[in-house]
């Protein structure tokens, strides 16, 4: 317990007093960022549709109102 505190405790203070950086962030890097969580937001939001349509398939046989055309 005493070494999960105290590794909490140097992550917090690294966290809130970081040391100066002399690092540059170009456009294209903003660019990159701004692409990758767009990528994951939609394939997310895929991803959740999929399972969404496989879950309500999935009742409808239960409920007895699976068409044919709605068949997975």
């Known amino acids: 317990m005493k070494k999960y505190l105290f590794s909490l405790f140097v992550f917090g203070y690294l966290i809130l007093f ?3 950086s002399f690092a540059y ?3 294209g890097t903003t660019s990159l960022v701004l692409q990758i969580l ?3 937001f939609i394939s997310s939001m895929f991803f ?3 399972i969404f349509r496989k ?4 009742c409808k046989k239960f ?3 699976l068409k044919k055309e709605d068949s997975i």
């Open 18 to 20: 970081p040391s100066i």
């Open 25 to 27: 962030l170009d456009p």
């Open 38 to 40: 767009g990528a994951v």
């Open 48 to 50: 959740i549709k999929s």
């Open 55 to 58: 879950v309500t398939g999935f």
């Open 63 to 65: 409920t007895g109102k």
